[in-house]
C-alpha cells in the first residue's frame, strides 16, 4: 500500500535570521554539509528563510551573498586522488 501523502521534512535555518549575528560562510558549508548526511544533494534545497524580510537591505545582501557562496562551494567538484 502507498501513501498518497506528501512526505514532510523541517531542517534548521543555516542562518539564524532572527539574530544580529550573521552566519558566516564556513558556517553554513557545516550545516549544509550536515543536512547532505540525511538528504540526498538532490532533494535538498537551501533558499532564505521568510524572515529575511526583518532585515535591513545591506545585511539581506550579506546573508543572501554568504548563501550562495556557501553552495558554490558545495558545488565545486572533488579533485581524484592521484
Known amino acids: 500500500m502507498t501513501s498518497s501523502a ?3 521534512l523541517t531542517w534548521r535555518s543555516v542562518d539564524e535570521i532572527h539574530s544580529p549575528r550573521t552566519t558566516t560562510v564556513a558556517e553554513m558549508v557545516k ?3 550536515k543536512a547532505v548526511e540525511c538528504l540526498s ?3 535538498l534545497w537551501v533558499e532564505p528563510d521568510c524572515g529575511l524580510k ?3 537591505w ?3 545582501r550579506i546573508v543572501l551573498a554568504n548563501m550562495f557562496t556557501a553552495t558554490q562551494e558545495l558545488r565545486k567538484p572533488i579533485p581524484a586522488e592521484a
Open 41 to 43: 544533494k538532490e532533494s
Open 58 to 60: 545591506e545585511d539581506a
Open 54 to 56: 526583518t532585515r535591513n
Open 31 to 33: 550545516l549544509i554539509e
Open 6 to 8: 506528501p512526505m514532510r
